[in-house]
């Protein structure tokens, strides 16, 4: 096992993820508002990738294969985000990393495989006076549309014998909460939580051959975040 130490900012960490975070069962209906509809995700177990600079210096790198289907009537602006937290209170976003994208698709042989910016699709389209066009939904209706994309994030805790993952983007569903003022005088204020899938894993093992530890599929569940 990794360490086992609990640092202050681990515990502070997993208070502020519990504070921000609802289960959705927890949400009445009719608090739900945004449009009504949920993408279709499934994954990859996460895995760990090393890469070695021009410098000879190592980077490791996390990613998340996955593939998105939209099973709704129509299309879909698709605007994945992902954010990883370790044990250990580390954070790590997910990144653009065209060497690491380029050695998974040809690993998994893929046709096509995107990063979340592809994924959204072109932003230089402009109308017929030359402004910017309004956005395109980037992930077409049905099966046979399906697209396969890459999380990818830097590793920063090569320690961590847990991790979660939160993803936004699948759904275009929130709720609205009410902070109070913090302090006498001051204005509630609200804060939009966005339904996100969390995914938790654990990584059993040691810190010397982590590339080689198994990766377990812990807990998967939506939340509002």
Do not use: C, H
Not at 107 to 128: C, F, H, I, T
């Amino acid at each position: 096992m990794r360490s086992v130490s609990v640092t202050l900012v681990a515990v502070l960490l997993a208070t502020a993820l519990a504070v921000a975070a609802i289960e959705t069962e927890e949400v009445p209906l009719d608090s739900i508002k945004g449009e009504k509809w949920d993408l279709d995700f499934t994954f990859r177990m996460p895995r760990r990738i090393v890469l070695t600079g021009k410098d000879d210096q190592a980077q490791a790198y996390w990613y998340l294969l996955y593939t998105v289907t939209n099973k709704t009537e129509k299309a879909r602006n698709f605007v994945p985000q992902a954010i990883t937290f370790t044990d250990n209170g580390k954070v790590a976003r997910d990144i653009l990393q065209s060497e690491v994208q380029k050695l998974v698709k040809a690993q998994y042989r893929l046709g096509e495989l995107k990063n979340s910016v592809e994924m959204m699709g072109p932003s230089d389209s402009k109308d017929a006076s030359g402004k910017p066009a309004a956005v395109k939904p980037s992930l077409k209706a049905g099966e046979e549309e399906a697209q396969d994309g890459i999380f990818i994030f830097r590793e920063v805790d090569p320690k961590m014998d847990k991790f979660t993952i939160f993803l936004t983007g699948l759904s275009g569903k929130f709720i609205v909460r009410e902070i109070p003022a913090a302090k006498e005088g001051q204005k509630p204020r609200e804060v939009v939580l966005r339904k996100t899938l969390r995914l938790d894993f654990s990584i059993p093992g040691d810190d010397v051959k982590i590339s080689e530890d198994k990766v377990y599929l812990l807990k998967q569940k939506w939340i509002w975040r």
